[in-house]
């Protein structure tokens, strides 16, 4: 009679698609009437607001924005200028098809160059990379139990997560901004989203939180650059169809765009802020699986086979405080500061996860003749809380500038680092068995085997190797645990046909 088979799907979320891009960065940029013209260029930087990502049949799609920021000096000026453009692009990419994902996409900027043709119109050339990768829910087919009478199992019960809902959800949020009336010049904006707090409700969860926004600007009555800050709290929901309470859910947020306007009345500013909720939820699962099997009479062909299980999911939110000693020259005086951070890297290597990034401060400072310079500072970040991360673990982790200070030589950056870490264990499962009745074992002992087995070993597998039931050795040596707690001599029952 064949050996019946069950089958179960183990489930997991696994990396489906880990890619890189180079988006070309080519424009000029032409100056308005109230812009300053161009002296001199004092530093160019890029970076990148996604708007749209989605996947379509095998297909995903990515739409959104390079900005390009430029700080200049102009002729005969004490002030800081700076002027913007975004770059539209659009992206497809083959990544395959699933009924659930999540993608994440980090960029740097590869290099630019910057140079004025005339007063009124700058030429940047440069390239953009960006890192995308996209994690899909997937299912594997394992033996969960086989039906024979002449077959030992090892049996396991998993406990894994996998990715059961997916949404993405926009709002828009709007606030007054308390610059005062004789601003000049909005020169650039920075936020930092805190992380929300989640609460599940049925087929829907609700996100609530702050997002905080630094602006900088300068003035008519001063040359120096200065900031005003403004949290913007929300409290959104998010359709999430089919989740349960003991979901664990992980919300990503990003600022997809952030306008600022200013009434022609009374003056004042109005920022408009558009943010993002790329909402997770894991179920968690119970998953009875054979590790592993042997027919006690008969010749046995086994299709073994290593997963990974998905053991746990939680959350990072870390804030690191990195220092760039030796700033700027001894005879300039530091009047702004732009920061980049690369994404996060992570190594495995002697059973040890290396995370790392780094922080790159340009440091925009002016001497005495009232002329600007850029010096750039660079710092390694070593998360080296995620150490312990094993070699299969999924780190979904970026990072982003929570706010900085500057002192005489100092620049102290805040660096926020948000996400989740995927724990992972590589299990090794039974996909396949299948006996031979037409052919029973040979050289069989008929009698009595004293065995001595050491500290730790396995019943299953000293079972194993004398073809007999685990449950009769462990009944004829009174045994409660599946593993040897000590050395022992046991007492091996003789086959029986």
Request: charged content about 20%; proline content about 4%.
């Amino acid at each position: 009679m064949a050996t019946k088979l069950f089958f179960d799907k183990l489930p997991s979320t696994a990396k489906s698609a880990d890619v890189s891009f180079e988006q070309p960065v080519e424009t000029e940029i032409l100056l308005a009437d109230y812009d300053a013209p161009v002296f001199k260029i004092i530093k160019t930087t890029m970076e990148h607001l996604i708007t749209q990502k989605y996947i379509m049949q095998t297909k995903l799609t990515i739409e959104g924005f390079v900005k390009v920021s430029i700080c200049y000096q102009s002729p005969q000026s004490k002030k800081l200028h700076v002027v913007t453009q975004k770059l539209p692009f659009q992206k497809q990419l083959e990544v395959g098809e699933y009924t659930a994902n999540f993608i994440d996409i980090q960029g740097s900027c590869q290099y630019v160059n910057t140079r004025p043709q005339n007063p009124t119109r700058i030429d940047v050339r440069g390239a953009y990379m960006f890192n995308v990768r996209v994690y899909s829910a997937q299912e594997t087919s394992v033996v969960t139990a086989l039906d024979s009478s002449t077959v030992c199992c090892d049996n396991t019960l998993l406990d894994c997560f996998a990715l059961a809902v997916q949404n993405i959800r926009q709002f828009t949020m709007e606030n007054p901004l308390p610059l005062p009336q004789n601003t000049q010049k909005i020169l650039r904006v920075t936020t930092d989203i805190q992380t929300p707090a989640v609460t599940v409700h049925t087929d829907k969860i609700s996100v609530k939180g702050e997002v905080n926004a630094n602006i900088y600007y300068t003035a008519d009555d001063s040359d120096d650059v200065q900031s005003c800050s403004q949290s913007f709290a929300y409290n959104q929901i998010v359709d999430m169809p089919h989740i349960a309470e003991n979901n664990v859910v992980q919300p990503q947020m990003s600022v997809a765009s952030f306008g600022i306007s200013q009434s022609s009345e009374d003056k004042k500013h109005t920022a408009v802020i558009t943010v993002q909720i790329d909402a997770l939820a894991f179920a968690k699962q119970q998953i009875m699986a054979v590790r592993d099997g042997f027919s006690r009479r008969y010749e046995y062909q086994k299709q073994p086979a290593r997963q990974l299980v998905d053991t746990n999911i939680h959350s990072i939110n870390k804030t690191i405080a990195v220092q760039l000693s030796d700033a700027a020259g001894a005879d300039y005086k530091i009047c702004d500061v732009w920061f980049e951070i690369s994404p996060v890297k992570s190594y495995y290597e002697i059973n040890k996860t290396t995370v790392k990034s780094k922080v790159t401060a340009h440091i925009i400072a002016k001497n005495t003749q009232d002329e600007y310079e850029c010096f750039t500072k660079t710092e390694d970040i070593l998360l080296d809380w995620l150490e312990n991360c094993g070699r299969y673990d999924e780190i979904c982790v970026v990072l982003s500038l929570a706010g900085h200070s500057c002192s005489e030589s100092t620049v102290t950056a805040n660096i926020s680092a948000k996400g989740f870490i995927i724990e992972k264990q590589l299990v090794e499962l039974l996909t396949g068995f299948e006996e031979n009745c037409d052919k029973p074992q040979q050289d069989i002992s008929e009698a009595l085997v004293i065995y001595y087995g050491k500290k730790g070993d396995r019943i299953f597998d000293i079972a194993k190797n004398h073809n007999v039931s685990p449950q009769i050795i462990m009944e004829e040596n009174m045994l409660q645990e599946e593993y040897l707690t000590q050395d022992s001599m046991l007492f091996i029952p003789a086959f029986e046909r």
